[in-house]
């Protein structure tokens, strides 16, 4: 099926807040499939996941929808205790202009990377992946990353935004993770500068914050 695509011609808050969504719960899987010839053909699928469907329908499809003119569609994964969602739309365009951004394919969790992006909308990518990868750290909020890259960005972020901040790595299996997390205290003050949507790490960050 042929859709008409529109790719973004430089970088914007939407497309800044997208890759940080893709960042923290999104795939570009490298994969193939066999043909009726027996020859085997690319995949181009640009993937996310969610146990949120409200999330998927009310930020993530629209979103995606704006940025490049196409609706992802959802198909549920597993549905046990939680349901987890994939929401995911197959485009060799999309999947080519993710990558030139700098978008990593394929297993990415100990090697993504932020893109080159002007300054000012590095916000905007933390606040993708806090509204993916964010969640109660220590005693505050904050995300746990595989790559050294992501952890520098974030604790850059918090520097820069002037939101104090707690970093904690750890080795296993001869591999450093990263924790980087606002303390309960100034936990506020992500609200006021990072511009998170996920109405879920709005309520735990409300709900946890001294009165």
């Given at each position: 099926m042929l859709y008409l695509?529109?790719?973004?011609?430089?970088?914007?808050?939407?497309?800044?807040?997208l890759f940080g969504l893709l960042l923290g719960d999104g795939s570009l899987p490298e994969t193939s499939s066999k043909r009726p010839n027996g020859k085997y053909q690319k995949?181009?699928?640009?993937?996310?996941?969610?146990?949120?469907?409200?999330?998927?329908?009310?930020?993530y499809i629209p979103l995606f929808k704006k940025v490049?003119?196409?609706?992802?569609?959802?198909?549920?994964?597993?549905?046990?205790?939680n349901p987890l969602y994939n929401?995911?739309?197959?485009?060799?365009?999309?999947?080519?202009?993710?990558?030139?951004?700098?978008?990593?394919?394929?297993?990415?969790?100990?090697?993504?990377?932020?893109?080159?992006?002007?300054?000012?909308?590095?916000?905007?990518?933390?606040?993708?992946?806090?509204?993916?990868?964010?969640?109660?750290?220590?005693?505050?909020?904050?995300?746990?990353?595989?790559?050294?890259?992501?952890a520098k960005f974030c604790i850059n972020v918090f520097k820069s935004e002037k939101i104090p901040f707690r970093s904690c790595p750890w080795e296993h299996k001869n591999h450093i993770y990263h924790q980087i997390y606002v303390r309960k205290r100034d936990m506020q003050k992500i609200l006021k500068t990072i511009p998170i949507k996920n109405k879920e790490k709005i309520n735990f960050i409300k709900s946890h914050s001294p009165q």
């Open positions: 695509i529109k790719i973004p011609k430089r970088w914007d808050k939407d497309l800044a807040y995949r181009y699928q640009i993937q996310f996941f969610s146990n949120s469907i409200l999330f998927l329908k009310k930020i490049f003119d196409l609706i992802p569609y959802i198909s549920l994964v597993k549905n046990k205790i929401c995911r739309i197959e485009s060799k365009l999309v999947y080519e202009e993710m990558k030139r951004l700098g978008y990593i394919t394929g297993r990415k969790a100990k090697i993504a990377k932020i893109p080159n992006l002007p300054k000012k909308y590095w916000v905007n990518i933390l606040a993708g992946l806090l509204d993916t990868d964010g969640g109660k750290k220590g005693n505050g909020f904050g995300l746990s990353t595989a790559s050294k890259y992501l």
